[in-house]
């Protein structure tokens, strides 16, 4: 049994129509041609920069990130954060890489809490 993800185009078909836009009235809100989106949801074209993405998400009610992820593409704030920390960053994403998910969720909560001490 295959559990093969949707491209970005799959995705945002399903969740366009799901939510009752016209591939014509979806494209005018993210400013692009009906033409482009349609290419992009049948992954003819490349998937939309990380910010159209960003739009599109909050359009449809999903998750940014995710939407982003998805679309190949890297959250606008991210670039700066490694280089601000290029050498820990990484380091510590290259740590966590295979974390389950909740893993994760208590690694970014212990990050939290660090960050709270260090304001007081």
Do not use: I, S
């Given at each position: 049994m295959s559990s093969k993800r949707k491209t970005f185009g799959a995705m945002l078909r399903?969740?366009?129509l799901a939510k009752g836009y016209s591939l014509r009235k979806f494209a005018g809100l993210i400013k692009v041609s009906p033409t482009y989106l349609s290419?992009?949801?049948q992954d003819v074209a490349d998937p939309p920069t990380a910010e159209r993405a960003r739009k599109i998400a909050e359009l449809l009610g999903e998750n940014?990130?995710?939407m982003i992820a998805l679309a190949g593409r890297l959250p606008e704030d991210i670039p700066d954060l490694i280089?601000?920390?290029p050498q820990e960053l990484p380091d510590l994403l290259r740590a966590?890489?295979?974390l389950?998910?909740?893993d994760l969720h208590r690694l970014r909560e212990q990050a939290l809490k660090m960050k709270g001490k260090e304001k007081q």
């Open positions: 399903e969740k366009r290419q992009v949801e940014p990130d995710e280089r601000n920390q966590a890489h295979g389950t998910a909740e």
